[in-house]
């Protein structure tokens, strides 16, 4: 019975490992043709400062509309693109698209408007990424300050010299560099104080449970305050009710980004949001 039992459940597995193996394909093949059909664009999410109320940025998220897989979220595709290189082009687009979008905007009059992009680990660990983004840049003509780097953690502390030197580089072109998801990585404090980051995304597992869990709100609170020692800026992920912000106001959090201020937008919307803020 056991023997059966295991054999089913043998079976089970590989027929779902096929299916994995299958949507896997899928997703390369069709990625593989997302960018020159420009199937792929970017939303825009509000960060909010919360001591004056204003939007001061964007974090850019990558989207893919696949005419007959419909949307695919980044956290599917992107482990897909990262396994078959794709990533590569497809990173560089991304820090194309929204250079491109900050001179856009401030050429409309609604900037100086700071975007974030994410950055894969694979992209982090290209040898030629800081030449490549400082090209970027000038060929666009924008302050690059204005250009956010997001990395993790995990992305650090995976070879934290050869990081640190990647960091440096990246902050020596004038670009500014945030550290993603943070607390549910590992960095080490004492590397916390030597990676060039100027802002802690503190990670939105902490803020979900903010109002209802004493130990959420504690570990928000230490990294507010170890951040705040340690001279660096702080943003709150996954904000969603009027109760999490409070509690991160109080707890001194800088700026915040979630459901609650705006979900991640068209650009034209985004640019709208701003010029709303402009006149109002
Ligand atoms: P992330 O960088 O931590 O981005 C934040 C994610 O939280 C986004 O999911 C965003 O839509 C979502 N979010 C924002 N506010 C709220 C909220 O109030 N509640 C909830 N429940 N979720 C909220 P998204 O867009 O699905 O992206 C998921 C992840 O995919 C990102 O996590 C990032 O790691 C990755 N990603 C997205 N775009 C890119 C990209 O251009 N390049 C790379 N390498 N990774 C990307
Ligand atoms: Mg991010
Ligand atoms: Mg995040
Ligand atoms: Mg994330």
């Not at 902050?171 to 990676?195: C, N, V």
């Amino acid at each position: 019975r056991a023997k059966r039992d295991g054999r089913n459940a043998a079976r089970f597995f590989t027929a779902e490992m096929q299916a994995q193996t299958l949507r896997a394909l899928t997703l390369e093949n069709a990625l593989r043709r997302a960018l020159e059909r420009e199937q792929l664009h970017l939303c825009y999410q509000p960060q909010v400062e919360l001591e004056r109320g204003l939007i001061t940025g964007a974090e850019a998220l990558l989207r893919w509309e696949h005419p007959e897989l419909g949307s695919v979220s980044p956290t599917e595709f992107i482990p897909v693109a990262e396994s078959c290189g794709l990533i590569l082009p497809m990173g560089e687009w991304v820090i194309r698209e929204a250079t491109r979008q900050i001179r856009q905007w401030m050429a409309q009059g609604l900037g100086p408007v700071k975007v974030a992009v994410n950055l894969s680990s694979v992209q982090f660990r290209h040898l030629e990424l800081p030449q490549l983004i400082d090209q970027i840049v000038k060929q666009a003509g924008i302050d690059p300050a204005l250009l956010e780097l997001e990395l993790t953690e995990g992305m650090a502390m995976l070879e934290p010299q050869r990081a640190i030197e990647t960091m440096r580089e990246l902050h020596r072109r004038g670009l500014q560099l945030a550290m993603d998801d943070f607390g549910t990585g590992y960095s080490s404090l004492s590397y916390l104080k030597k990676f060039p980051v100027y802002k802690l995304k503190i990670d939105q597992s902490f803020v979900r449970d903010l109002t209802e869990d004493p130990e959420d709100r504690a570990i928000v609170a230490a990294i507010i305050s170890m951040a705040t020692s340690l001279g660096l800026q702080t943003l709150a992920e996954g904000v969603e009710t009027q109760g999490q912000l409070d509690i991160l106001r109080q707890q001194g959090c800088r700026e915040a980004q979630g459901w609650l201020f705006g979900r991640p937008l068209r650009a034209p919307d985004f640019a709208a949001l701003l010029a709303a803020q402009r006149t109002g």
